[in-house]
């Protein structure tokens, strides 16, 4: 049963192999432990997750990624993860890395939000990070190019 899907708002993304890539997110899910009932991706503009940021989180500043738990109970993880297409372009070049790889790390990024990671404090951007290169290494491993 598909608990993966991906919509584009503004901006289309493009990705190959996206199918493998749904199958890799539900299985990131349970290697954390948790009960995935379905979770939804936007791909969007800086424009379009401007405003989101605006009108929900009362910040005026651009992010790559927004995730919004939309589950009823604590049983089971139901969510939304926006993502600009525009800031993650943007992001893989200061960072030198392949868009590709950018992509599935934000990707991956709000899927660990929605298994309980935060980003606010120095070790838990540490651990975030950790946990993301976890995923990606084990995504390019069983994926390869």
């Known amino acids: 049963m598909q608990k993966i899907y991906f919509h584009s708002a503004d901006r289309v993304f493009r990705f190959n192999s996206k199918t493998p890539l749904k199958s890799f997110i539900q299985r990131l899910f349970l ?6 009932e379905n979770l939804h991706y936007i791909f969007c ?3 379009y997750l401007l405003q989101i940021n605006k009108d929900f989180l009362k910040h ?3 992010t790559d990624i927004i995730t919004f738990n939309l589950s009823d109970n604590s049983k089971v993880i139901a969510g939304e993860v926006y993502i600009s297409i525009d800031r993650v372009k943007e ?3 200061l960072q030198k ?3 590709n790889e950018e992509c599935l790390r934000v990707i991956f990024h709000g899927a660990l939000h929605l298994c309980g990671y935060n ?4 070790k838990e951007i540490t651990i975030m990070r950790e946990k ?9 491993k069983s994926n390869p190019h």
């Not at 290697?31 to 995935?36: A, P």
């Not at 993301?132 to 995504?139: A, D, H, I, K």
Request: without cysteine; proline residues 3%.
């Open 132 to 140: 993301e290169n976890e995923y990606l290494q084990l995504y390019l």
């Open 45 to 47: 503009s800086d424009d």
């Open 91 to 93: 992001n893989a070049l």
């Open 60 to 62: 005026d500043y651009y």
């Open 97 to 99: 890395s392949p868009y």
């Open 31 to 36: 290697l954390e432990n948790q009960n995935l």
């Open 119 to 122: 980003d606010k404090t120095k």
